[in-house]
């Protein structure tokens, strides 16, 4: 597997990463052995995985992800996102949750994102389908640095 600096970091990943959309959620089928799944990217030399707390019911993407951590954390680059509030209630069918860029919450799910996969940092932190509006704000992006300056966010 070929690898590739990951823009201005010393993040080195490889080049096809792992998502775990598909693999918590049911909007397009099933799947039956996420784990499996995995462990076969990883064998493969995937080291770059991809998650989201809004990705399955409860959390599932990240909670998936608990096990291989506490195993190969130091093997994997993980990325996760912030700005779905989870804690509100989702309309039906295939639509979003609403977003909450509130400094407060973007730390709130930072750290329920690390209690959820076990771990003490995540490598890449993205704003999870994001507007202009939050870009904008000062306040968002003093609250990423402080949670960087903390160790729990790499990038």
């Not at 499996?36 to 993407?61: E, R, S, W």
């Not at 771990?119 to 306040?139: C, F, G, K, M, W």
Request: aromatic share 6%; net charge negative; hydrophobic share 40%.
């Amino acid at each position: 597997m070929r690898t590739r600096r990951l823009g201005h970091t010393d993040l080195v990943v490889s080049e096809v990463g792992l998502g775990t959309w598909t693999l918590a959620s049911n909007w397009w089928g099933r799947t039956e052995e996420p784990d499996d799944m995995i462990k076969a990217a990883l064998d493969a030399g995937i080291n770059f995985i991809d998650t989201a707390p809004v990705y399955g019911d409860a959390a599932l993407g990240e909670t998936m992800l608990r096990d291989v951590l506490a195993n190969h954390r130091d093997e994997i680059v993980l990325t996760t996102k912030c700005g779905y509030d989870t804690n509100a209630p989702r309309p039906s069918g295939q639509r979003e949750h609403p977003h909450d860029w509130t400094p407060a919450a973007v730390r709130r799910q930072c750290i329920d994102s690390l209690a959820r996969m076990g771990i003490e940092h995540i490598d890449l932190y993205q704003l999870h389908n994001v507007r202009i509006e939050p870009v904008l704000a000062d306040d968002l992006w003093a609250e990423l640095e402080a949670l960087r300056s903390e160790g729990k966010i790499r990038e």
